[in-house]
């Protein structure tokens, strides 16, 4: 059973375009981490998200914590190639129980 | 610091050999892992540890053995691998202390014919 839906599955835009990625669960989670993985390597952290209502600001890349803490979303602004790359959300539910979510693969086109 | 190291980086077996992926930190985590990604599924969890000597299932463990004998160390074994564990590989090491947030190594992509 996948918790973590994240839309859309793809984006492909063009260089300065912004965008939005979801991320939603019917599960609360105590916090909330987005990776960005680039091809043939492993996932990297960008930001982790604790509190309800939480924004964190990452250069371009908006991250918010729904208020009832079971949804994310991440926005980037002037999108640029090197925001290509596959987004993951996770959700930690404490003690080691981080759940993935499926994924939003982004290309940006210069 | 190397991080995470995770070796081979390819893997090609056949069906019904045994292999054993290995993982390496030098964070000192207590907690590592072990996921596998396959198209449009993220990343699912295949067998975790808590410590030296404490191993749990994940949500995918059939098929795949796990030992933490040391702190840095976290072997994945297949024991009769099969054509459904061709997949990318990822040992992931984390902390309490920085809310479970997860190093991931560079990966093994590994094809059973």
Same mark, same amino acid.
């Given at each position: ?28 989670? $105590? #916090? =909330? ?5 680039? @091809? /043939?390597?492993?996932?990297?952290? *960008?930001?982790?998200? %604790?509190? !309800? ?18 949804? $994310? #979303? =991440? ?5 640029? @190639? /090197?925001?290509?790359?596959?987004? *993951?959300?996770?959700? %930690?539910? !404490? ?16 | ?113």
């Amino acid at each position: 059973t996948q918790l973590l839906e994240q839309s859309p599955q793809f984006l492909s835009i063009q260089e300065g375009e912004n965008l939005t990625v979801y991320c939603n669960s019917s599960s609360v989670f $105590s #916090s =909330l981490q987005w990776y960005r993985q680039e @091809p /043939g390597e492993g996932p990297v952290l *960008l930001v982790t998200v %604790v509190t !309800g209502g939480e924004v964190k600001k990452l250069k371009r890349l908006t991250f918010q914590f729904g208020d009832a803490r079971k949804d $994310s #979303s =991440l926005h980037i602004t002037a999108a640029q @190639p /090197g925001d290509t790359g596959l987004y *993951l959300c996770a959700g %930690v539910k !404490g003690y080691q129980k981080v759940t993935f979510g499926t994924g939003t693969k982004l290309q940006v086109i210069p | 610091n190397a991080g995470v190291t995770q070796t081979p980086k390819f893997q090609v077996l056949k069906t019904g050999q045994s292999m054993t992926l290995q993982c390496a930190q030098d964070m000192n985590h207590e907690y590592m892992s072990w996921y596998r990604q396959d198209p449009g599924m993220g990343l699912r969890l295949i067998h975790y540890s808590v410590g030296a000597g404490i191993t749990d299932q994940g949500e995918v463990p059939n098929g795949y053995n796990v030992s933490r004998s040391t702190t840095e160390d976290f072997p994945l074994r297949l024991l009769s691998a099969a054509p459904s564990q061709t997949s990318v590989y990822f040992c992931a090491s984390s902390n309490r202390d920085r809310g479970y947030e997860q190093y991931f190594g560079p990966g093994t992509r590994l094809t059973v014919t």
